[in-house]
């Protein structure tokens, strides 16, 4: 659940919050903007929009904005991807993208009934990181990731990593800190939205 992390966010009450996947409403309720919006495309909880995450930005007005977005729908990497560069097409400067499931703590549960493959989107960052370095990744909450006021046009080009095993990720994660629960709300508390 990121409500912890996005309650953290600076100015919250006033952004526009966007969350990916809200199951049964739990995370959605407690985060505290003003503005929000949810899609699920079978919800246990009333969403804004139902349906699937690709019908829900086809709908949506070009000029539409979010500050802060929650990715939590399917955990595919192809579907992670999609709903990655939807979002930032979409992301109001200097927002911000939280992503969870990135880091699924076993080979097991990075099948599709659990975390899925979601962490090919993070081995291709981390591959990335002299071009793009500003994301930080959560030891726990299955790699709970925020991605802060990226400049990046959408990310086709990570879909390369779409073959990666999961042994070479493990790997891979090694090469970048992985940050505490109160590291990451100091993280969210420094991150400036609003100019």
């Known amino acids: 659940m990121s409500h ?3 309650n953290e966010l600076p100015g919250i009450e006033q952004l526009r919050y966007l969350e990916l996947g809200i199951y049964d409403g739990e995370n959605f309720k407690l985060v505290r903007a003003q503005f929000k919006t949810s899609c699920d495309v079978e919800p246990k909880w009333r969403a804004t929009f ?3 995450t690709d ?3 086809a709908q949506l007005a070009p000029n539409a904005q979010f500050d802060a977005i929650y990715i939590d729908a399917c955990h595919s990497f192809s579907f992670v991807l999609r709903d990655f560069n939807n979002s930032v097409a979409h992301l109001a400067p200097r927002g911000v993208i939280l992503c969870h499931d990135l880091v699924p703590p076993t080979e097991a549960s990075s099948d599709g009934a659990q975390c899925g493959d979601a962490y090919k989107l993070l081995v291709g960052f981390i591959a990335n990181v002299s071009h793009y ?3 930080f990744v959560q030891d726990e909450d299955h790699g709970l990731t925020l991605f802060r006021a990226p400049p990046l046009p959408p990310a086709s080009w990570l879909s390369e990593y779409g073959t ?3 042994a070479s990720f493990r ?3 090694t090469a970048i800190p992985l940050y505490g629960v109160g590291a990451m ?3 969210a508390r420094e991150t400036r939205i609003v100019p």
Request: zero cysteines.
């Open 4 to 6: 912890y992390l996005v």
């Open 50 to 52: 139902v349906g699937t």
């Open 55 to 57: 019908a829900f930005f």
């Open 133 to 135: 370095s500003d994301f």
């Open 164 to 166: 990666v095993p999961y």
């Open 171 to 173: 790997s891979v994660l």
């Open 185 to 187: 709300q100091r993280i």
